[in-house]
Each structure stands twice: as structure tokens, then as C-alpha cells.
Nanobody, 121 residues
Framework: QVQLVESGGGLVQAGGSLRLSCAAS????????MGWHRQAPGKQRDMVAT???????NYADSVKGRFTISRDSAKNVVYLQMNSLKPEDTAVYYC???????????????WGQGTQVTVSS
């Protein structure tokens, strides 16, 4: 069993900052990619930022220059620092991991339960 647990969401005024955290736990063999997606009401879930192991980070155009993703591979934790938040950033943010379970051969996608981020104008 592999679990991803997010924390750090909440309500913030426009221009403010929040930091999201996500910890992966369980029978983990290795983690290839960790990242964040978000889903606003009535919209599809979109990629926000990803960070592969030993690779370059990737950001959605809408958050470039405002959000920073980082990862602590030793602790299996991924962070999303969100600055200069806008009302359009309001969404449920989901942690994502491409993870190979211990004693397994293939990588599988795992998702956290989601954390609400609300930005007021």
C-alpha cells in the first residue's frame, strides 16, 4: 500500500502565499516523478508542476514565476511554494506520484486526497 497525504491548503488573500506539502508513505520501492495537479469547480484536473528524480522541473504556464516545486527524495516529500496567489488559483490541489511499490516491477500513478486552496480577491 502506498499513500500520499497533502497538507497546507487554506484561505488566503490575493497576493499572498501558501506552501503545500505531500508525503508519500508505505511500501515504496522508488519514486520517479512527484508533482501537483489542481481542479477548479466545473473544470478538468490540470498539471501545475512536476519534478522528476534527478531531472528538470516543469510548470504550467499559468504558474511560472509564481510557484516553485521542490522535493526531498530522502523523505519522499514534495512541496509547492505558491506566491503572488490569484483568485484563479482557487482549486483543489492534488499531490501526484509515479511510484514503484516494493517488490513490484512497474510504476503506478498515485494521488493524494486533495487539499483546498481558496484565494479571495
Amino acid at each position: 500500500q502506498v499513500q500520499l497525504v497533502e497538507s497546507g491548503g487554506g484561505l488566503v488573500q490575493a497576493g499572498g502565499s501558501l506552501r503545500l506539502s505531500c508525503a508519500a508513505s508505505g511500501n515504496i520501492g522508488s519514486i520517479s516523478v512527484m508533482g501537483w495537479h489542481r481542479q477548479a469547480p466545473g473544470k478538468q484536473r490540470d498539471m501545475v508542476a512536476t519534478v522528476p528524480s534527478g531531472g528538470n522541473t516543469n510548470y504550467a504556464d499559468s504558474v511560472k514565476g509564481r510557484f516553485t516545486i521542490s522535493r526531498d527524495s530522502a523523505k519522499n516529500v514534495v512541496y509547492l511554494q505558491m506566491n503572488s496567489l490569484k483568485p484563479e488559483d482557487t482549486a483543489v490541489y492534488y499531490c501526484y506520484g509515479l511510484i514503484r511499490g516494493r517488490f513490484r516491477y512497474n510504476y503506478e500513478a498515485y494521488w493524494g486526497q486533495g487539499t483546498q486552496v481558496t484565494v479571495s480577491s
